[in-house]
């Protein structure tokens, strides 16, 4: 069997996947993003998650034949990813599973391990894929001086856009309102205390702002759907540059997937990035994921053992997580 992991700024996702290609157990845990939460916060949920899927499947540590842990900002500190690599160590041997960043998993989970690019846009974004054997990424800087497009830069958008809408830079609209509903403030002003409080500076809680640009975007605010077309047309360059780094042929009908909770605003964000890739001068197909991460670190830790699972086994599993 094969257990996924797929970390994440707010949540961590488990799942045990058996050689037929059936879910025997899943489960959820806290953030896994180390820079905020620290190496020892992420071996602790690490160590829960295996354990609460194993004891959920009956069945023990040496049973599982491969495990995969996408762990986001790995890759980004050479220091940290040596702890990192050792974390799940205390529950399975060193030879059993593979660690790498999280952006995999949505990648083999999007396509399946085909070759084609995965666009991640949730707390941060970043553009993974796979062409002819070659694996390129693109985006995944940070929210300091990158990640655009995804929900901490929606939010920091629309944050900036309340604040010129409170002066009068812009005229005042739904996103104004929803703002104001959501933190109670007596006065505007109070957004900054609230926000550069000190433990209001999270990126998760941040980056859960994005929802208000989103319904306010529905809700007629030109200004907040202007920040989603924004945000489809960062995403679409990552993916551009991805495709760059893998020297796929311009005229290549290359498939684009995509995965992350700036997703959940469907067209808001889907129409910007199709209309984005339309334009780049690159025969892109985007298409729905076809599994969600999680499912694909499982898939991938099966590929690292040499199990591949056939179109059918991988249709059944689609269907089995609807």
């Avoid at 084609?116 to 707390?123: N, R």
């Avoid at 505007?188 to 989103?214: K, P, W």
Wanted: proline share 5%; hydrophobic share 45%; aromatic share 8%.
């Amino acid at each position: 069997m094969f257990l996924g992991v797929d970390g994440g700024g707010t949540k961590t996702a488990f799942v045990l996947l058996d050689r037929p290609g059936r879910v025997l157990a899943t489960a959820t845990g806290g953030s896994t993003y180390y820079p905020e939460v620290g190496l020892a916060a992420v071996r602790e949920v690490l160590a829960s998650g295996i354990r609460e899927v194993l004891a959920s499947a009956g069945v023990a540590a040496h049973d599982i034949e491969h495990a995969f842990f996408g762990i986001p900002a790995f890759g980004e500190d050479t220091a940290a990813d040596a702890e990192l690599v050792r974390a799940p160590e205390p529950l399975l041997p060193r030879e059993r599973y593979t660690c790498g960043n999280d952006m995999v998993c949505s990648w083999a989970g999007a396509l399946a391990c085909a070759d084609g690019i995965s666009v991640i846009a949730g707390t941060g974004s970043i553009a993974y894929g796979e062409y002819h054997g070659g694996q390129a990424r693109a985006g995944g800087w940070g929210e300091v001086f990158g990640d655009e497009g995804s929900a901490y830069w929606i939010a920091r958008e629309g944050l900036a856009a309340f604040s010129r809408m409170s002066d009068g830079r812009l005229p005042a609209g739904p996103l104004q309102a929803a703002i104001r509903s959501h933190f109670n403030m007596a006065s505007d002003l109070d957004v900054a205390g609230r926000i550069n409080g000190q433990s209001s500076t999270e990126r998760s809680s941040i980056a859960q702002l994005a929802r208000l640009v989103a319904d306010a975007a529905r809700a007629g605010d030109a200004t907040a759907r202007g920040i989603y077309t924004r945000a489809g047309a960062e995403l679409a360059a990552i993916a551009v540059a991805v495709a760059a780094r893998l020297a796929v042929p311009t005229h290549e009908a290359l498939p684009v997937s995509y995965s992350g909770g700036v997703f959940a605003a469907g067209p808001l964000v889907l129409e910007p990035l199709a209309a984005a890739l339309a334009t780049s001068g690159r025969g892109f197909r985007l298409q729905p994921p076809l599994l969600p991460p999680v499912l694909g670190a499982a898939i991938y830790a099966a590929r690292r053992a040499g199990v591949i699972y056939s179109t059918e086994q991988l249709q059944l599993l689609g269907r089995s997580n609807q």
